[in-house]
């Protein structure tokens, strides 16, 4: 940040000028009130130089003043009185003045006049003046007065409009019962608990000085700061007690507009010491910013600020400057402390983008980013302004050494409109003809023993025109606010003047800028900024011809240059001259670029090609006529987008024409003089359809694509394969696929399932309890339906005969194959190889079959299991059926007699029980007795009971058989035992 301009006001030597509330309007005008001076000169900018004379004595006047923004003075308006508070709304100026009874008799203002030699019992009298912004006093108003017995402190008059002003007073008495005398009523106050307390008002007026309402705040208050949010009141008071040796904490308390307290948070500072915040200050940004130093904790609310307490210098501490950050509630945020000693912190100012830009006055030394400060004269004071970034960066701007010492603590900082930074202060022990370097820019202050000065801080526009990408013939601007007088520009060494310049550069590539700005004939700002030099392309284009006809094509061949070093493609904009533009992206290839005209005329064509910011123009050398021409147009009607469809075609064109052609896959279908035609398509696929038409001397075309999908036609069917079980769980339906078919849907019954494959496998049907239809229908892409024949399942059973000696099996025929059934074929399964062996062909004329090898012991345990398998005539399709397993019948198989005599022969009674799960035998004698009992199927009986041989005779079994599906048999038998 640079010292954009100094001005200065000097007064005589050992003579006082002081500077207070200034004020910066839209313009960048300056408004001033200069208290107590006289003689006193205004310089600005080594140019203009005014000098402020015939003022009363400096105890009871002052000036306004106006200067512009490059300082000269543009009027001075006198004042009497001394000022008070100052405030600005709506480019008018309120100036709050006091007059003490010892200093006037009698004070004039307007068309009135004051006699301060009646004794009212006043000591001070207030009044409110209001100044246009030309300087123009157009109001003064008698706004109140107070008690001899009393001293008042005016805290921040803030005019919000003119029936709503807001001030604060604190105020001292010795007596019980005293006012404040308004217009329209007296606030009281009284002393009765301790000797001079501080009594404070929150205050709010109308501008005759009517009171509107007022606020006790405290027995112990002293009003510091006052500000407006939104139309809410906010200010912060300081609660204190005059007992040294307790700490004092700030409290700040917000009202609104008619004077309701809606807010308290307080500040509690172990402080050992009366020590207050400097500030409360309403940023840009919305938050509240608290001024002021500290020496221990400080606590907002329920939070602590952590603040390391420093060590004491020969047994004292000091105090050192902090900035606190608050949201809309008062609550702590953020905070900035400065940990050098011997600091005060001045009055900040924030601008919109939340950068904080106050002052530190220091006697010895301070640390700003590491960097020390000296002051040699420990006496005065020396002065650091910086800036606190956002982010929390300190930013050291200037800093005054020793010999420049200002006299007292603080600048008076101010933000204009457009945040340009303003700051004033009083500067003494000037030596003669010092010459300080501010940031490279200097301050003049001649031999004067007190010194006001002013500084604007540049936030002025310097800066180049959008202009980062430069090509070759470009020129750059300046972008700059109106007080810089001319430019000088430093690229590659060379320099250039001017407000845009055209530089010369050698190469390609980045260049780096310097841009100094002057107001007078010294510099007053720097912007340094770098630019990309980029090659231009070269732009070419070539047409076809010149002269058309409307509607026609048109076709135009783009041979532009592109430089290797500009990429392998680059964006091209081509003007048809009929507000039909188009963007092209150009490679090194020529290309062609079509057009039609849709309007008659003559036209210009241009090409821009484009690189970066580098451009390059071509217009043709001929412009492009456009004879009149019929429309080519038309629409194609069809019944469905499925072959055979009925292709209707119609001309739109309703104009003048001589003739008309039809044209169908580039075969003219038509002769002239037909605008509709019709046509029956059996080909399905991608058909351009073209019409052209003549007139004028003209003849133009378009064409349209029609895609047509293959359909059904009447004769189609659709052939179903077979319909087979796998697995004895599922049923595979196979079919033939159809061309124009898009998906089928397989019925069965009412119930129908859709697919895009030519085959589905169904798992929900029960397959070993009936035979089962299916059709298939496949589906076109216009809904159209073809079906196929009827494919069934084979659903075998059967039932066992003669003692398990023959079985009989049935199946379901297998009936709609086009061609018809070659034969069956019936297997059964090996139960010692689990295997399928096929048993015999059976004729397709016949569905049963009566198997005498029933039972079989040597394959078959428990029964036997069948399939029949159907074969289609000259062709490799079958259809299973289910397996059908027909378990053995269980009965016996054992002699009526043996003989046990130990000859080896029948010395044991023996028996068989085929398609048995589970047996149980017991033997009677003929008197009833049990003599054998068995559960095992294969142990015979030897003709003992317990051991001894039974005697010869008939004996009865009882048989009970469990078959393989939990079936209970029971068979009697006779047996004969013969010795």
Known sequence: MYAQQWDWIRSPDNRFAGLNWTWSDSLGNIYNCLAYPDNVQVQHSKKYADTLNNLPDRYRSGNLIKSNKRGKLLWQAIFWGRPIEMSFFNDNIYLLCRFTRSEFIAFTFGSKTLDLTSNDGSREYYFLFKYDKSGNQIKSSPFFNTPSSYTATIGNLIVKDENNIFFGISCVTDKKNDSINFKNKNIYISNDKIKYPFLGYLISTKLDGSLNWSSGLSSSVNLNTLSINNDILTKLSIDYTPNPQLYSDDIITQYDLQGNLINVKRIDRNFDRFDPFQSLILGKDGNYYLFGRVDDTVKIGNKIIPITKLKPINGQYYSYPIIIKMDQNFNYVLHWTFPNFKTSIGTGVIDKLGNIFTSLGFRDTVIINGISYFNSNNLLPSRVLFKISNSGKIETTIVLPSDISLNGLFFHLWLDKKDNLYCDGVVSNIYNDLLVNIDSFYLKLGNYGYTSFQAKYNNQKLQLKNKILYCKNDSLHVVADTAYKKFKWIIDKIVYWGTAIKPQ???????????????????????????????????????????????????????????????????????????????????????????QYTDTGLFNVQYIMQHKNCLDTIDLLKLIQVINSPKSDFSILKDKSCTPVLLKLKSNYTGYYDSMIWFLDGKQITSSKISDFQSKINQSGTHIISHQIFGYGCSNSTKQTLKLFEGFTTTDSLICNYATITNNTSILLSWNKHPAAVKYNIYCGSEFKT??????????????????????????????????????????????EDFNKNSTLNWTPYLYWYKGIKNYQLQCINSRTETWENVTIISSSINNFIDHHFIEGHLFSAGKCYRIIASENNSNYNSTSNEFCLEYNPFIFAPNSFTPNNDGINDTYQWSIPGARSFKIAIFSRWGNKVFESNNIIQNWDGKYMGEICSDGVYLGKIEIVSETGKIYYLNTTITLIR
């Open 505 to 595: 550069l050698s190469s390609y590539g980045k260049y780096y800028v310097s841009l100094y700005g002057y107001e007078d004939d010294s510099v007053t700002s720097l912007h340094n900024d770098s630019i990309m030099y980029y090659q231009a392309p070269k732009a070419g284009l070539m047409v076809d011809k010149q002269k058309i006809c409307r509607y026609s094509s048109i076709k135009f061949t783009d041979n532009s240059l592109i430089e290797q070093s500009l990429g392998s493609s680059i964006k091209g904009f081509l003007r048809f001259g009929d507000g039909k533009d188009t963007v092209v992206t150009k490679s090194n290839k020529s290309m062609l670029i079509p057009h």
């Open 755 to 800: 697919t895009r494959d030519t085959f589905i496998i169904i798992n929900n049907y029960n397959i070993n309890r009936q035979s089962y239809n299916f059709i298939v229908k496949g589906i076109d892409t216009c809904d159209n339906m073809i079906k196929s024949n009827v494919a069934n399942t084979i659903y075998l059973n059967g039932i066992a």
